[in-house]
Antibody, heavy 127, light 107 residues
Framework: QLQLLESGPGLVRPSETLSLTCTVS??????????WGWIRQPPGKGLEWIAT???????NYNPSLKSRVTISVDTSKNQFSLNLKSVSAADTAVYYC????????????????????WGQGTTVTVS | EIVMTQSPGTLSVSPGERATLSCRAS??????LAWYHQKPGQAPRLLIY???TRATGIPARFSGSGSETEFTLTISSLQSEDFGVYYC?????????FGGGTKVEIK
């Protein structure tokens, strides 16, 4: 059974870098059919997509965060990570990682980029 | 970016009644539209993708319809476990975007 688990510090100081890791169990992160993404949810608010990557490190970022965000993969550990630099109180949120059953070649895309499996989420407070 | 607008913001429904939720896109998303359900303190759960395809394990009382810019999620007979917030999401173009959500509460 596929499971995703976010980990990282729950408290980050303003102007520092938020670093989170998502550990995937029950499937390989190098599966050709899936991409892997990060989504966040500020307290009492809706969902915001942050970024998506394929294991070949093809990435897509939300333009509103692109200048501060980096996502990467460690295939040896079956993990992918999120780094968000220069954080402020506006970055306080529950951060989710998820599997997305889509991927794109240079010419076309396959599947779909909804999130079909979610991690439980991890709360990050910037203060 | 494509802006997703959901209505109503809150829907009060009695158990056993039908619930109809709407989602509008600021430009066409073709059929690249998903719906999620989120209960308090939990991660969202995928209900439907490609407008009307139910995800694994989702009961038949959930149905989706629409195309281009107008979409509907219908819950034919609301059960107690269906209360919570519902989100639509488009994946037709980057950046992926979500609607603001519809809260379904007990009437």
């Amino acid at each position: 059974q596929l499971q995703l688990l976010e980990s990282g510090p729950g408290l980050v100081r303003p102007s520092e870098t938020l670093s989170l890791t998502c550990t995937v169990s029950g499937d390989s992160i190098t599966s050709s059919s899936f991409s892997w993404g990060w989504i966040r949810q500020p307290p009492g608010k809706g969902l915001e997509w942050i970024a998506t990557m394929y294991y070949t490190e093809t990435t897509n970022y939300n333009p509103s965060l692109k200048s501060r965000v980096t996502i990467s993969v460690d295939t040896s550990k079956n993990q992918f990570s999120l780094n968000l630099k220069s954080v402020s109180a506006a970055d306080t949120a529950v951060y989710y990682c998820g599997r997305q059953p889509g991927h794109c070649s240079s010419t076309t895309c396959f599947g779909y980029y909804a999130v079909d499996v979610w991690g439980q989420g991890t709360t990050v407070t910037v203060s | 970016e494509i802006v997703m607008t959901q209505s109503p913001g809150t829907l009060s429904v009695s158990p056993g009644e039908r619930a109809t939720l709407s989602c509008r896109a600021s430009q066409s998303v073709s059929t690249n539209l998903a719906w999620y359900h989120q209960k308090p303190g939990q991660a969202p759960r995928l209900l439907i993708y490609f407008v009307s395809t139910r995800a694994t394990g989702i009961p038949a009382r959930f149905s989706g319809s629409g195309s281009e810019t107008e979409f509907t999620l219908t819950i034919s007979s609301l059960q107690s476990e269906d209360f919570g917030v519902y989100y639509c999401q488009q994946y037709n173009k980057w950046p992926l975007t979500f609607g603001g959500g519809t809260k379904v509460e007990i009437k």
